[in-house]
């Protein structure tokens, strides 16, 4: 009667001890977005996105732009120079304006002599421009500096900062609708 009892003891011990091995076993995760997997078998996101498998964008809280760099504008203002008294080229400067159309950065720089083809010239704020309108349309105004007249609009350009889809690109390119006007704008985010 005894070697009876053994064996069924034995099997529930063999049984029990296999169930905990299963048990410790998880289903590994592909972790998307730049997740990656942990050891029990969940995913460990990168900042913005969230879910079991990371497949989930946030939105920001915050979006910045650390920099905006003007690849190209009009060269001439309609066949004449931009200071048409120098004969010479625009010298620009830019502005940065919300949904509202509000100026939240006006550049304390400008270049003199721009030229529009194939040169960059690059803007970077004293401290990031905190963008308050992040799923609306921004705008970026290309001006040309005079110093004794009225300054000239060159170009607007009109961006929105943040997609539901598509990451947290650090850098975007953007151009006019009539592609004369092209920026790379820098953003910093956080959530």
Do not use: H
Request: with cysteine.
């Amino acid at each position: 009667m005894k070697s009876f009892l053994k064996i069924p003891l034995l099997l529930l011990f063999i049984f029990s001890f296999s169930c905990s091995e299963t048990d410790d076993d998880c289903t590994p995760v592909n972790c998307t977005n730049g997740g990656s997997q942990t050891v029990d078998c969940q995913c460990d996101c990168l900042d913005g996105f969230s879910g079991f498998d990371c497949s989930v964008q946030l939105t920001p809280t915050t979006i910045k732009i650390t920099k905006i760099v003007v690849k190209k504008f009009p060269d001439t203002d309609n066949g004449y120079f931009w200071d048409p008294l120098n004969s010479s080229d625009a010298d620009i400067y830019i502005q940065v304006l919300n949904s509202s159309k509000t100026i939240i950065y006006d550049s304390s720089i400008y270049y003199e002599d721009a030229s529009g083809l194939k040169i960059e010239y690059e803007f970077i704020p004293e401290s990031p421009i905190n963008l308050t309108s992040f799923l609306s349309v921004n705008y970026i105004d290309l001006y040309d500096y005079d110093e004794f007249n009225s300054d000239d609009l060159i170009s607007i350009l009109g961006f929105i900062p943040y997609e539901s889809s598509g990451g947290f690109p650090t850098t975007i390119t953007r151009t006019n609708s009539d592609g004369t006007f092209e920026c790379d704008i820098a953003f910093e985010y956080t959530w």
